[in-house]
Structures are given as structure tokens and as C-alpha cells.
């Protein structure tokens, strides 16, 4: 098992960039694709980006594909969000996600963490 702790939320102006960080804890870290999904007030859990066990493949969402990147770094444990050029419509809390997969829906991720809110003001 995986346990994930997402930190560097908050809450910034339009424009503005911000970086998400996921810290593991357990085994296998290298095993498990890693994502990040996202959920507005009212609506369903977003698939935003993904990347594979080594980091060598990555794939985003249409909605964030040039403005966020996702990494992971291995020996630490990690998977961050670089996120750019934020807007209102990026106001959610953010999840990273664990699977064996590598899948863009939310059914395809069995480890999760409490989330992290991100809020922009315009």
C-alpha cells in the first residue's frame, strides 16, 4: 500500500503560478502511475495530468495540457504539479492519485490523498 499527501495549495490572483507537491509513504512507490485529478463545488473529480512508474511518459488533459506538468522524483517519494497561468476556472481541490494503471478516470486509482484546496482569484 501507498499513502499520499498533497501539500502547497492556497490561494493566488489569475496569472499566477503555484506547485503542487504529493509525498509518499509505503513501498513500491515505483510501482504506481501517479495522477493528479481535481474537483470543483458541484461538480465530478477531473483527471488533470498523469505520469508512469519511471517518468518517462506523461499526458495531460485538453484543459490544462500546456499550462500544468506533472513529475516525479523517485528517490523522494514524490509527484509535483507545476501549474501556470492560473485562472478561476482552476479554483478546486486538488488529488494526487496512485494506481498500477495507467488510466484517466478516477476508477482506475486505488490510493488517494485528503486533497489540497487551490484557489484563484480573478
Known amino acids: 500500500q501507498v499513502q499520499l499527501a498533497e501539500s502547497g495549495g492556497g490561494t493566488v490572483q489569475a496569472g499566477s503560478s503555484l506547485t503542487l507537491t504529493c509525498a509518499a509513504s509505503?513501498?513500491?512507490?515505483?510501482?504506481?502511475?501517479m495522477a493528479w485529478f481535481r474537483q470543483a463545488p458541484g461538480k465530478e473529480r477531473e483527471f488533470l495530468a498523469r505520469?508512469?512508474?519511471?517518468?518517462?511518459?506523461?499526458y495531460y488533459a485538453d484543459s490544462v495540457k500546456g499550462r500544468f506538468t506533472i513529475s516525479r522524483d523517485n528517490a523522494n517519494k514524490t509527484i509535483s504539479l507545476q501549474m501556470n497561468d492560473l485562472k478561476s476556472a482552476d479554483t478546486a481541490v486538488y488529488y494526487c492519485?496512485?494506481?498500477?494503471?495507467?488510466?484517466?478516470?478516477?476508477?482506475?486509482?486505488?490510493?488517494w490523498g485528503q486533497g489540497t484546496q487551490v484557489t484563484v482569484s480573478s
Open positions: 509505503g513501498d513500491m512507490f515505483n510501482r504506481y502511475a
Open positions: 505520469v508512469s512508474w519511471s517518468g518517462g511518459s506523461t
Open positions: 492519485a496512485a494506481s498500477f494503471s495507467l488510466g484517466t478516470t478516477s476508477d482506475w486509482y486505488d490510493y
